[in-house]
């Protein structure tokens, strides 16, 4: 017998397969697909940030092991590949980070995809505990699956 979360977290996945099949044309805003809903979310449309589907992430030498469990497993599912580890953070589509002391759960986390030079984009996410930054990865995956094109993601910053 399936358990609630399970049933809700393939619930959402199929929705957002409905959303990919559909090919629509217009960028999905994070606060109009993240399932769960995150307490705050905030996309600017007028700023649009481009990702590579290949990214390069940068992660602090402590956050290393971390990070590139998450990516293992990012890149295995399918859902996302071509994902690898760089030393360079300023050539890094994504950065990565562990800060701070964990409250609660240690499930928070805090996502923001910058708009550079040229629309280049950088996705910065950083939790209290690596448990947070597992979700921060499940949360940008829809964002970033949502909004793929053939040649990258467009995605509103935020």
Same mark, same amino acid.
């Given at each position: 017998m399936m358990n609630k979360g399970r049933f809700y977290r393939m619930a959402?996945?199929?929705?957002?397969?409905?959303?990919?099949? $559909?090919?629509m044309a217009e960028m999905l805003p994070a606060e109009d @697909?993240?399932?769960?809903?995150? /307490? $705050?979310?905030? /996309? !600017?449309?007028?700023?649009?940030?481009?990702?590579?589907?290949?990214?390069?992430?940068y992660a602090p030498e402590k956050d290393v092991p971390a990070v590139e469990a998450l990516l293992n497993v990012l890149n295995a599912?399918?859902?996302?590949?071509?994902? /690898?580890?760089?030393? !360079?953070?300023? /050539?890094? !589509?994504?950065?990565?980070s562990v800060e701070g002391t964990p409250a609660g759960t240690g499930e928070g986390?805090?996502?923001?995809? !910058?708009?550079?030079?040229?629309?280049?984009g950088v996705l910065r996410m950083k939790a209290?505990?690596?448990?947070?930054?597992?979700?921060?990865?499940?949360s @940008?995956?829809?964002?970033?699956?949502?909004?793929r094109k053939e040649d990258g993601c467009s995605v509103p910053g935020g």
């Open positions: 959402a996945w199929l929705a957002l397969a409905g959303f990919l099949n $559909a090919g @697909m993240l399932l769960p809903a995150p /307490s $705050a979310c905030r /996309s !600017d449309r007028s700023a649009v940030a481009r990702l590579p589907l290949r990214l390069a992430v599912q399918g859902v996302l590949s071509g994902l /690898s580890m760089t030393g !360079d953070r300023d /050539s890094a !589509d994504v950065v990565c986390y805090e996502a923001r995809l !910058d708009a550079g030079q040229g629309g280049r209290a505990a690596p448990r947070g930054l597992c979700y921060a990865w499940q @940008m995956v829809q964002v970033l699956t949502a909004n």
